[in-house]
């Protein structure tokens, strides 16, 4: 018998109450003294002194709408990376570019393919536009092309890749991408999410310009939040074929990047010192982090990115436990059971002064 529909106030449709409500990592620890938060990935040196200026700047002028096509930080984009600035949409950070491909490209029953450790929003957004998420296992905590491959049918529509991946840290050589997206049918999209691109130093990796100037189908998405500190100002953008392009800008709100963010952007592209100085930075201790952690026995899933995933060895030392052992001494990582690691915790790079902490703060907890 079908159940009466509750007529007694407005409704959700079908499949919204189903999906998962994205959790960010913490802010704070309650009782302790100093706070080192390193559960979202954040620039420890903070912003371009240069892009915090340009705040300044713009809040003498707030009562005036921004340029509703974002020209200027498009252009600028476009010169940082040799791209033809028609080809790139800005948006309310890599986020609303991601739902807003889902919501172009999916429809009701569609098949969107995620791996196994994926980023959460994604599925998140595959729901939201009543899309059917199809999850792939990884190998050794890396995407798996085969796997990928395998799982498409009649009904995908779109690939999503994260490029490192978030999480793991893990990435795909760009062959691997090639070899992806040659196995693809031209009409399912592959998006490229490469958040962390920046950071990865490995000669074979790419994050994608050449393969979407040359394809039709595949998209890169890229975001400010990471290597250039503006994480607060929500900032990101797409690198895309024309016809991706035309189609997005007809779906975002008219204004979806705000006067703040778009010169903070400009700022933050032009200084490139305060990018080389949070390069050296991450390349130092995201070395030093992989070799002093597993010397107190703990397991980490080698990352080319701005943090690392850090195992623990059982229940007397759980994940949940270390959890609450830093927190007290104010050391704030990220959980990650939702992402199927139920006894690990993500740790961003931090100051020097937090990395050294959390080290001698987990050789007590072991000790302990």
């Known amino acids: 018998m079908t159940k009466a529909a509750d007529l007694s106030r407005p409704q959700p449709r079908a499949g919204v109450m189903d999906i998962e409500a994205y959790v960010p990592g913490k802010s704070g620890a309650p009782g302790a003294v100093k706070v080192h938060k390193l559960s979202s990935n954040e620039n420890p040196l903070g912003s371009s002194p240069k892009a915090i200026e340009a705040v300044r700047d713009v809040a003498a002028r707030l009562e005036f709408y921004p340029d509703g096509s974002a020209t200027r930080l498009r252009e600028t984009i476009a010169e940082a990376h040799g791209l033809n600035p028609a080809n790139i949409i800005c948006s309310n950070g890599s986020d609303e570019i991601l739902g807003l491909l889902a919501q172009t490209y999916l429809s009701a029953g569609d098949e969107a393919i995620i791996t196994e450790h994926g980023f959460l929003v994604y599925k998140i957004y595959i729901q939201a536009a009543g899309g059917v998420p199809v999850t ?5 905590e890396r995407a798996d092309v085969d796997a990928i491959l395998a799982a498409v049918t009649a009904k995908t529509k779109i690939v999503f890749i994260a490029n490192p991946n978030n999480p793991t840290g893990t990435y795909l050589p760009f062959e691997e991408i090639r070899r992806l997206h040659a196995g ?6 592959l998006v490229l999410d490469a958040a962390y691109a920046e950071y990865v130093r ?3 990796y790419e994050a994608g310009v050449e393969l979407v100037g040359n394809s039709q ?3 890169m998405t890229r975001t400010f939040s990471k290597i250039h500190g503006l994480g607060g100002v929500r900032l990101g953008w797409m690198y895309g074929p024309s016809h991706i392009i035309d189609a997005i800008n007809r779906m975002r709100g008219p204004f979806n990047v705000n006067a703040t963010a778009i010169e903070a952007g400009v700022a933050a592209l032009r200084d490139r010192s305060h990018v080389e100085r949070t390069i050296e930075h991450n390349d130092r201790w995201l070395a030093w982090l992989s070799e002093e952690l597993p010397k107190l026995g703990l397991r980490v899933t080698p990352s080319v990115g701005n943090f690392i995933l850090v195992h623990f060895p059982d229940e007397k030392h759980s994940a949940a436990k270390a959890d609450a052992w830093l927190s007290e ?12 690691f139920p006894n690990a915790l993500r740790m961003t790079v931090g100051t020097e002064e937090a990395n050294r902490g959390v080290v001698a703060a987990l050789a007590e907890f072991l000790r302990s």
Do not use: F, Q, T, W
Not at 184 to 189: D, E, G, N, Q, R
Not at 329 to 340: N, T
């Open 217 to 219: 189908n595949v998209v």
């Open 184 to 189: 693809l049918p031209k009409h399912v999209l």
């Open 136 to 140: 792939v296992r990884e190998v050794e």
């Open 202 to 204: 490995r000669n074979d």
């Open 329 to 340: 001494r104010g050391y704030i990582l990220r959980r990650v059971a939702a992402y199927g």
